[in-house]
C-alpha cells in the first residue's frame, strides 16, 4: 500500500467517524475582515494562549507543589531550585499570570473602543468581562499559594477588603479564608479554587466565548463602511499571522522568565509584621489606592464601604455596556463609550502607577 | 423666686464660697512664692524644682530642707523650731536623702518594688568611706543626681540617663584640679570616648551597653577588683568570661598589674574592636608577653591566620551568592546555610579565649566546610544563570527563524493576492 493510499484510507475512516467535512467546509468558509483595526483581533488570540500556557504550566507545578502551610513555600523553593526547569516552568507560570491580565485589559479595551459588543454580540462581551473577572480571580488566589511573606500580607488585606463589602462581607471573607484569620484553611481554599474551581467555570466559559466568536465573525468597527471591506481566509492566513503572534509572546515569556525569574521571597510568618510598603498586585493597585484616599467617612457611611459600592456599580455598569453603548437603531454611542473608555483607561494608568509609587 | 434673685444667690455663694468654708482654700507652698521672687542663687531652686521628680510627686522644698512652708512670715516658716535646716550639709546629704530613700514603705506608695538600697550600697562605696573621713570632696546623690532639677532615670533630660552618665562621672574624674589629691588618673572620659561601648551607645542607640556605672557600679561605685575583673565583664561577655576562667592566663593574669583580666589584652576605658591583630602583627598584644618566635607566639599567629581565613572564605561566599540572588537566582538556602558559618566564626573567636588551638581549631573547620559548600552552590548558580542565558540566546533564534519561515510562507502563499476576497463581492478566493 502506498502512502497516498494510506493516507486517503486514513481520512476516510476518520470522515465516517468525525464531522471532519464539517470543521474543513467551516475554515474554508471562515473569514477575517481587513481593515486598519485587524491587528486588536489578534489580542484575543493572545489572551487565548496564554490561557494555555497557564494550564500546561500549571500542571507541571501540580506535580510537585505542596498545598500546606507547611510544605507549599518548600515546595515552590524544590521547585525552582532542584526540578530540571522547574524554575522556568514556575516563572512562565507567573509572567504570563500577569501578561494574561494586561492582554486580557487590552483586549477589553479595543473591544469597547472598536465598538465589537454591539448586536448581536452581546453574549460575547458579558462571558468575556466574566473571563476577566474569573482571572482577577486566579491571580488572587494563585498569589497566596507560594506563601511568602509579601503573598501572606497580601492575602490578609484583600480579604479584610473583602470583609468591608456591605451585609455578606463578613460571611464572604469568612468564606474565603475558612476561618477567623488567613490561615492553613485559607491555602487548602485557594488552590482549590485556582485549580478546580476557576478552571472548570473558566474553561466552559472560554469555550462559550470562542463559539460565539465563531458564530458572530468578527465585527468590523462602524466607521469602516462594509463595502470597503476585504476578507482574509481564516485558514491558513489570519491562523498562520496568528501562530507568529504567539510565538512572539513566547519569545517574550522565554525572555521574562530568563532575566526576571520570579522570585520566591521569604517564607510567610504570621507572627511577623507585615512588611514595609505591602500592597497587592498590579491589577488591583487602582482598586487599592482608591480606596485609600476615600476618607473614613462619607457623610454617614463608611468610606470604605462607599468606595466598594462605587466599584460595583461602575463594573456593572461597563458590563452592561452592549445595553447602554447603543442607540435604539442598534447604532454605537461611539462619542460616549469612547469617551467613558478613555476616562477609565486613563484612571487605571494613573492610579496603578500612583498606588505602585505612593 | 424671680429667676434674677436665684442668679444673685447662686453667684454670691460662689464667690463667698472659699471664705465661709473652712480648710477649702488652696494651700500656698511659700518657698516657692518667696524664692521665685529673689535672684539668682536665690531663685534658682524655686525655677528649677518645677520640673523635679520630687514636684511632680507631691513633695515640696520642706521635705528635705524642713520649715513650714504655710507660713508667710519668713522667720515662722524657716524657724529651726519647725524643723528648718536650711542648706544641709555635704556629708549630711546621703543620710538626708535616705529618710525617704531607705524607707520601704513611703517609697512603696510611689513604686511597686521600690529600691531602697541605694544608702547601703554608699556606705560601702568609695565615695562614701571617704565622706564617712570627713572628705567633702567626694560625690554625694546630688553630684550624680543633681539637686533641684532631679528627674527619673529614664527621662532623657536626667543626669544619670545611660546617654548622660559617662559625662556625669567625668565632672570629676575627668577634672585634674578636682581628682589631684587622690592621685588617680584622669583620662578614663576620653579613652571611653573612643572605645566600642561608647560608639555601641551613641551610634549603636544601645541604652544597654556599658557606661561607667556598668563595670563600676553607681551606688556602691569603687574600681573592680583584680579577682572580679573577669567577672564585670562576664556580666555581659557571659561565654568569653566562661572560656577565659578555663584558660591558661586565668591565673597568670589575676596577678598582672592595671587591673588584671581581661584588661590586660583589651584595656580598660578604651577598649577597641577586637580584630586579628591583637593576635599577631606590629600591634598584637600576645607579644607584650610571647616572642613572636616562641611557641606561643606561633600558635597566636595560627590562631588569628585561622579567623582571618574563614573570615575571607565566608565573605566570598557571600559575594558570590549575593552575585546569584541579585541575577534573580534561588539561592536563600545557602545563604541561610551561610550564617551558620558565620555562627562558627563567632564559636571560633570564642574558643580563642581558651587559648587552646585545638578547642579553636574545632568550629574553625565546620566554618571552612560551610563556606566551601555556600562557595559552590553559588558558583553552581552563576553557571546556571550563563546557561539560562545561553538557552534564551538559542530558543529566541529558534522562534525567530520560525516567525521567518512562517512570514516567507505567508508571502509565497499570498502571492498575487490569493488567501483575500476584494470588498463587496461574493466572489470565490483567488
Given at each position: 500500500m502506498t502512502a497516498t493510499e494510506i493516507k486517503t484510507k486514513t481520512a476516510s475512516w476518520l470522515d465516517e467517524r468525525l464531522p471532519l467535512s464539517a470543521i474543513r467546509e467551516f475554515l474554508d468558509h471562515k473569514t477575517v475582515p481587513v481593515h486598519s483595526a485587524t491587528r486588536w483581533y489578534y489580542f484575543g488570540g493572545i489572551t487565548l494562549f496564554l490561557f494555555g500556557v497557564q494550564i500546561v504550566t500549571g500542571l507541571l507545578l501540580m506535580l510537585y507543589y505542596r498545598p500546606t502551610v507547611a510544605e507549599s513555600f518548600d515546595s515552590v523553593r524544590f521547585i525552582m531550585t532542584r526540578v530540571q526547569f522547574g524554575w522556568l516552568v514556575r516563572s512562565i507560570h507567573s509572567w504570563s499570570a500577569n501578561l494574561l491580565i494586561f492582554v486580557a485589559f487590552v483586549h477589553m479595551f479595543s473591544v469597547a473602543f472598536t465598538h465589537a459588543y454591539r448586536r448581536p454580540r452581546e453574549l460575547t462581551w458579558l462571558s468575556g468581562i466574566a473571563l476577566l473577572g474569573l482571572m482577577l480571580a486566579f491571580g488572587f488566589s494563585g498569589y497566596l499559594l507560594p506563601w511568602n511573606q509579601i503573598s501572606y500580607f497580601a492575602t490578609k488585606v484583600g480579604t479584610d477588603v473583602a470583609a468591608s463589602t456591605p451585609i455578606v462581607g463578613e460571611a464572604l471573607a469568612r468564606f474565603l479564608r475558612g476561618g477567623d484569620d488567613v490561615g492553613s484553611a485559607t491555602l487548602t481554599r485557594f488552590f482549590a479554587f485556582h485549580v478546580i474551581l476557576l478552571p472548570m467555570i473558566a474553561g466552559g466559559l472560554v469555550a462559550l466565548h470562542l463559539l460565539l466568536v465563531q458564530t458572530s465573525g468578527m465585527s468590523t468597527p462602524p466607521w469602516i463602511p462594509e463595502s470597503r471591506v476585504r476578507q482574509m481566509r481564516f485558514f491558513p492566513n489570519f491562523f498562520l499571522r496568528e501562530v507568529m503572534v504567539w510565538y512572539g509572546a513566547l519569545a517574550v515569556l522565554g525572555a521574562l522568565a530568563a532575566i526576571f525569574p520570579w522570585e520566591l521571597g521569604e517564607k510567610a510568618d504570621p507572627f511577623a509584621s507585615a512588611p514595609k510598603g505591602i500592597r497587592p498586585e498590579w491589577y488591583f493597585l487602582a482598586t487599592f489606592y482608591t480606596l485609600k484616599l476615600i476618607p473614613s467617612h462619607v457623610w454617614i457611611f463608611e468610606g470604605e464601604i462607599m468606595g466598594l459600592l462605587g466599584f460595583a456599580v461602575l463594573a456593572v455598569g461597563w458590563a452592561l455596556l452592549p445595553f447602554w453603548g447603543v442607540t435604539r437603531a442598534g447604532e454605537a454611542r461611539t462619542r460616549v463609550v469612547t469617551g467613558i473608555g478613555v476616562a477609565l483607561v486613563s484612571y487605571l494608568i494613573t492610579f496603578t502607577i500612583l498606588g505602585y509609587y505612593k | 423666686m424671680k429667676p434674677f434673685r436665684v442668679v444673685l444667690t447662686f453667684a454670691a455663694a460662689l464667690f463667698l464660697a472659699p471664705v465661709l468654708l473652712p480648710g477649702q482654700q488652696p494651700v500656698t507652698d511659700t518657698c516657692v512664692a518667696c524664692h521665685s521672687a529673689l535672684v539668682d542663687d536665690l531663685q534658682k531652686p524655686a525655677t528649677l524644682f518645677k520640673d523635679d521628680i520630687h514636684s511632680s510627686k507631691g513633695l515640696s522644698c520642706a521635705d528635705c530642707h524642713g520649715g513650714d512652708r504655710t507660713k508667710d512670715d519668713m522667720s515662722v516658716a524657716m524657724d529651726p523650731a519647725k524643723g528648718f535646716l536650711g542648706k544641709p550639709k555635704r556629708t549630711a546629704i546621703p543620710q538626708l536623702c535616705s529618710r525617704c530613700h531607705s524607707d520601704a514603705k513611703f517609697m512603696g506608695k510611689f513604686r511597686p518594688q521600690p529600691r531602697v538600697d541605694q544608702f547601703t550600697l554608699y556606705k560601702t562605696s568609695i565615695h562614701g568611706k571617704r565622706l564617712a573621713t570627713g572628705d567633702e570632696n567626694v560625690a554625694t546623690c546630688i553630684d550624680c543626681h543633681s539637686v533641684h532639677d532631679i528627674r527619673a532615670v529614664k527621662d532623657p533630660r536626667a543626669t544619670v540617663y545611660p546617654l548622660n552618665v559617662p559625662h556625669t562621672c567625668g565632672q570629676c574624674h575627668a577634672d585634674s584640679k578636682h581628682m589631684a589629691k587622690y592621685g588617680i588618673p584622669t583620662d578614663q572620659l576620653d579613652k571611653y570616648h573612643t572605645s566600642v561601648h561608647w560608639n555601641a551607645l551613641t551610634k549603636g542607640n544601645d541604652l544597654s551597653a556599658p557606661t561607667c556605672?556598668?563595670?563600676?557600679?553607681?551606688?556602691?561605685?569603687k574600681p573592680p577588683e583584680v579577682a572580679s575583673v573577669s567577672a564585670v565583664c562576664g556580666t555581659c561577655h557571659v561565654s568569653f568570661a566562661q572560656n577565659y576562667d578555663k584558660s591558661i592566663h586565668q591565673p597568670l593574669f589575676s596577678e598582672a598589674p592595671g587591673g588584671g583580666g581581661c584588661v590586660v589584652c583589651h584595656t580598660n576605658h578604651g577598649i577597641q574592636m577586637p580584630s586579628t591583630a591583637m593576635l599577631s602583627g606590629?600591634?598584637?598584644?600576645?607579644?607584650q608577653c610571647h616572642d613572636a618566635a616562641s611557641d606561643g607566639g606561633k600558635a597566636a599567629a595560627e590562631m588569628a591566620g585561622w579567623v582571618d581565613g574563614l573570615d575571607a572564605a565566608l565573605k566570598r561566599s557571600e559575594g558570590v551568592l549575593m552575585s546569584a540572588d541579585k541575577s534573580g537566582m534561588e539561592v536563600s538556602e545557602a545563604q541561610l546555610r551561610l550564617s551558620d558559618g558565620r555562627e562558627n566564626l563567632v564559636k571560633a573567636k570564642l574558643a580563642m579565649h581558651t587559648f587552646n588551638p585545638d578547642e579553636m581549631h574545632k568550629p574553625i573547620l565546620a566554618g571552612m566546610a560551610i563556606a566551601d559548600e555556600t562557595l559552590k552552590v553559588g558558583q553552581a548558580a552563576l553557571r546556571e544563570k550563563n546557561y539560562r542565558r545561553w538557552g534564551l540566546a538559542v530558543s529566541s533564534l529558534l522562534i525567530a527563524i520560525t516567525l521567518a519561515a512562517i512570514w516567507f510562507l505567508l508571502r509565497r502563499m499570498e502571492a498575487g493576492g490569493a488567501g483575500y476576497r476584494p470588498a463587496s463581492t461574493h466572489a470565490p478566493y483567488r
Open positions: - | 556605672a556598668s563595670c563600676h557600679g553607681n551606688h556602691g561605685a606590629p600591634k598584637a598584644v600576645c607579644t
